[in-house]
Nanobody
Framework: QVQLVESGRGLVQAGGSLRLSCAASGRTASVYAMGWFRQAPGKEREFVAAMKWLGGTSTLYANSVKGRFTISKDNAKSTLYLQMNSLKPEDTAVYYC????????????????WGQGTQVAVSS
């Protein structure tokens, strides 16, 4: 089992910034890749960003956040981060971190473990 706990929820004005964190515990040695997803009211969960947990430098971003969001990690702290800049009202959603033991993917179905979610609201 892998446990994931997000933090960093907040209400931010458009154009502002926010940093989300995801602390992993349990069998972290089994993690191959981690990602961030979000879900707005009435919409399906969508991909935001992903990266390999160990090794490599490649990252994946949704077109809607490319150039504004940055995914990063601190393996020593078993923590994943999402730096969000130039926030827009359309970024308002519950944000989830996720871990995959097998895949590096943009598909929610490829991930095995999920955090509880953290609310991000961007006002205009």
């Amino acid at each position: 089992q892998v446990q994931l706990v997000e933090s960093g929820r907040g209400l931010v004005q458009a154009g502002g910034s926010l940093r989300l964190s995801c602390a992993a515990s349990g069998r972290t040695a089994s993690v191959y890749a981690m990602g961030w997803f979000r879900q707005a009211p009435g919409k399906e969960r969508e991909f935001v960003a992903a990266m390999k947990w160990l090794g490599g430098t490649s990252t994946l971003y949704a077109n809607s956040v490319k150039g504004r969001f940055t995914i990063s990690k601190d393996n020593a702290k078993s923590t994943l981060y999402l730096q969000m800049n130039s926030l827009k009202p359309e970024d308002t959603a519950v944000y989830y971190c996720a871990a995959s033991t097998l895949h590096y993917s943009i598909s929610p179905g490829a991930y095995d473990y999920w955090g509880q979610g953290t609310q991000v609201a961007v006002s205009s």
